[in-house]
């Protein structure tokens, strides 16, 4: 299938993960209420959470590419259903991964099309705890101003503590044209982005490859570029989920059997 990671892919993605390090924090936010957010998924490497992700049909998450671009599948797991990522939890499941599907325009120098879909190896048991969510399919640009909530697993200070517990933030979406201004991203943002404010809440390292959620819909995925975090010149950067349909929608069509 167009874009899954097949043995060229592999080798791209170079050897196993010496050290998992978590992309994207959740910095200047609060816990979240335990399986508030059905959806969250964390992505793991060898046992360890890199990134966050978002379950968008009983088989599939979406993520961010730049999760995996020093792994290999074999070594990737899905965790559902989790608000501690270490306690014991009814609700909890990890999930071996089958398949996963970068965008072929993906890049490693790049936060251009930096999403991926990883195809569970079994469908995700779903209930209370554990639900798909809807993604985006108009593509539009959502309103500055709106408030919308990110969630991750991801370091919470500078000091790079990192949470057990599901952390979450609500930022107001700025718009592109002030995003591109010199002071703050100087036209890196293409219409297939989008920006948030930053101002002491952001998403940063660990959170890459969440969902950015604006009235109850996927809007936006993460980014795992590197940035200064809870900077209010440098607000947080989000893939557009809307603008990239035909992708999401053919790869998650194309369901290989176990």
Do not use: F
């Not at 899954?4 to 924090?25: D, E, I, T, V």
């Amino acid at each position: 299938m167009h874009g899954a990671l097949g043995s060229a892919a592999l080798a791209l993605l170079g050897a196993a993960l010496c050290a998992a390090q978590p992309r994207g924090r959740i910095l200047g936010g609060r816990e979240a209420g335990a399986h508030a957010r059905p959806y969250m998924a964390s992505v793991q490497v060898n046992g360890t959470h890199v990134c966050g992700g978002a379950l968008v049909t009983e088989q599939w998450v979406l993520s961010a590419a730049h999760c995996l671009e020093d792994a290999v599948v074999d070594e990737v797991q899905v965790l559902l259903g989790a608000h501690s990522l270490s306690r014991p939890e009814p609700s909890k499941r990890l999930y071996n991964v089958s398949r996963a599907v970068l965008h072929p325009d993906s890049r490693v120098d790049t936060i251009d099309h930096d999403l991926l879909l990883l195809q569970l190896s079994e469908n995700a048991s779903l209930g209370p705890a554990v639900r798909p969510l809807l993604w985006q399919q108009e593509d539009r640009d959502v309103a500055p101003g709106t408030l919308c909530d990110v969630a991750g697993w991801g370091v919470t200070t500078h000091a790079g503590h990192r949470p057990d517990r599901l952390m979450y933030a609500v930022l107001p979406v700025l718009d592109r044209a002030t995003c591109n201004l010199r002071r703050y991203h100087d036209g890196a943002i293409t219409e297939r982005l989008m920006c948030a404010e930053s101002n002491r809440r952001d998403s940063c390292k660990g959170d890459s490859g969440g969902p950015l959620v604006c009235g109850g819909v996927i809007e936006g995925v993460v980014t795992s570029g590197s940035r200064v975090c809870g900077n209010r010149k440098k607000p947080g950067i989000y893939t557009r989920v809307a603008s990239y349909v035909d992708w999401i929608q053919s790869t998650l069509a194309d369901v290989v059997g176990n």
